[in-house]
């Protein structure tokens, strides 16, 4: 083991990827009370969240140490930095307080908890490992972030409906668009790794070709429903998408870094358009941010986070 430091038991939680969880959390919230601001019952239920989240974003590191080494990224458990059963502990103890706390939100609000957390660990773990399946891995991403993130925004406010169905749409398309391009540039370390994503399973060219389809088809469905809120990252991160399409058909290769700005891009809007919904939270991340570029220069020496490097 490593030397040990207390700010990696924080920084193990990812909160990087916690951003688009929080987004679409504070999205369905929105959408669900029709006003802007935040309220102490939504900051409960967005640290439940972030509780569930990043207990499964734990489990994943422990569960891809082989991949992450590979691919040279999240350092804390596949360097040993942290081990493996301190990280087990710590991914049980948030599951178990997420879950105690879910109940003061209701039944259809510990549903969706409970639905998240399955979903989680049948993402990472064996003998289902969604992860490594070909389409089971982009339809448990959509789900997860595009359906049970932002039902449990819209829980926290409002009971269930199945008209909800209709606003997942356009973000569950976006979504999907998003997590194939992230398949796309891991590609070389899943199948080194036996994993069969739906980038492996597609190859290069095809998953071009579809998830620039999946977020043309998000500008159009978050259009037909007007919803601006999906509508402005989507259709700003479509000519990414075209143009990291046509580069591979041209060259006959990815174009990495275009690539990663394609998915990143998606993201950074998403979070801009909750910052206008949600003015404090802007600083907030920003504070966050500016945490994580200390933290990884002096704990690794790496410049991190970046919008295009990877």
Known sequence: MKKFN?????????PLILIPVWDFFLIGCFWARGIRGFTGTM?????????????VYILNQIMDEETDRINR????????????????????SLWLVSVILSYRFG???MIFIALSLILGVCYSLPPVRLKGKPV????????????????????????????????????????AAVFINTALVDMEGDRQ????????FLGK???????????AAAVIASALRKDLICLIPAAVSLPLFIFASLYYFVRNRIHRKLTILSFRLPGLLFTLVTGYLYPPYLLFL?????????YYKKRFGMNYPTLAGG
């Open 205 to 215: 060219a095809l998953s071009h070709v579809i998830s620039t389809l999946f977020m």
């Open 136 to 175: 089971a891995d982009t339809l448990a991403n959509s789900i997860g972030y595009g359906m049970i993130n932002f039902g449990l925004g819209w829980l926290v406010f409002k009971g269930f409906s199945w008209g909800i169905a209709l606003l997942f749409l356009p973000y569950f398309l976006s979504i």
């Open 193 to 200: 790794a036996g994993d069969r994503t739906t980038a492996v």
């Open 286 to 294: 920003t504070l966050l941010l500016i945490a994580m570029r200390v």
């Open 107 to 109: 039944l259809a609000f």
């Open 43 to 55: 900051i409960l239920g967005l640290a439940i969240y972030t509780m569930v989240m990043g207990g």
């Open 73 to 92: 990224k999240l350092f804390l458990i596949s360097g040993g930095h942290v081990s493996v059963r301190t990280a087990t502990l710590y991914m049980s």
């Open 6 to 14: 207390l700010f990696d038991f924080f920084f193990i939680l990812r």
